[in-house]
């Protein structure tokens, strides 16, 4: 293996051959070719406003994540709307449901009920804190699909209660399952394995946190001193008086901050 300062001087087109999962290999692929490792949290709760920001936004978005259970008039239609915007402007879905179940119970709730989100969503992520059965069966419905899983490594939120241990210890579970899991959210940069991707919400560049908890850092924090990939981006962009202008300023903070990292 590597050094770590060799893998993190990596750039994206490299990481894009070294993986072996289709969907890390795609996303790597339009990072690269959009110059964006931005990811927005859509985190609105109307359908309109939501497919209003993916089709706005989306062209500087390597990934638009969502939270499909706050929107409160979800039809099915606006996955389908969801997923044309994401072929129209090349980003990926991620539906960020945390799974925490067991491997029975998550399979059914990844497949089934009113979202039915491993059928639009190209990433979701799962707490691996029931252990192994908790990937094999989202994996069960979501391989199948070319889906991808990301295990929550770290929180971003004040007083969490993971530790290193338990960080490391996920770390360690990721690689047992390299065609499914390809990669963390997390708050920095925790493998030197190429082909894992390292996603970090708690980003924003007005604020160092809100009253329930979260707590911010900047992109050029998240990115080029503690190693991740993807910047993700809530408010400071959906609440901003123009979220167009503030995306193109997040995408060129984390994207100059990716540059440095990879000495290009
Ligand atoms: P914000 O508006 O930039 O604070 O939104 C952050 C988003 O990332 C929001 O959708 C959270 O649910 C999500 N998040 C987070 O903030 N911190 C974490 O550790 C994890 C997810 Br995991």
């Not at 750039?11 to 990811?39: D, I, V």
């Not at 908790?134 to 979501?142: C, D, P």
Request: net charge positive; aromatic share 8%.
């Amino acid at each position: 293996m590597p050094s770590s300062t060799a893998v993190q001087n990596l750039t994206f087109e490299k990481r894009a051959q070294l993986s072996q999962h289709p969907l890390a290999k795609k996303l790597f692929q339009l990072m690269a070719s959009k110059k964006s490792n931005l990811a927005l949290a859509a985190d609105v709760t109307k359908a309109s406003e939501l497919l209003d920001l993916a089709n706005s936004v989306g062209p500087y978005l390597c990934v638009l994540k969502t939270h499909i259970d706050i929107i409160d008039d979800f039809t099915p239609e606006i996955t389908r709307e969801l997923r044309k915007a994401a072929e129209k402007h090349n980003f990926l879905l991620f539906e960020d449901r945390k799974f925490a179940d067991i491997g029975n119970t998550v399979l059914q709730q990844y497949q089934g009920g009113i979202y039915k989100i491993s059928e639009w969503a190209h990433l979701t992520n799962a707490h691996p804190l029931p252990g192994p059965g908790i990937i094999e069966g989202l994996q069960k419905v979501g391989k199948p699909k070319g889906n991808g899983l990301l295990l929550l490594a770290q929180l971003s939120s004040q007083g969490t209660l993971i530790d290193a241990g338990y960080t490391r210890k996920t770390v360690d579970l990721a690689l047992r399952y390299p065609e499914f899991v390809i990669g963390f959210i997390c708050q920095e940069k925790l493998t030197d394995n190429p082909a894992l991707i390292h996603m970090t919400p708690g980003v924003q560049l007005a604020s160092k946190g809100d009253d329930l908890g979260q707590q911010y850092n900047t992109p050029h924090h998240a990115i080029f001193e503690k190693g991740s990939d993807i910047a993700i981006v809530g408010r400071g962009i959906f609440q901003h008086a123009n979220p167009l202008e503030s995306a193109k300023e997040y995408r060129q903070a984390s994207w100059e901050a990716y540059q440095k990292k990879a000495k290009l």
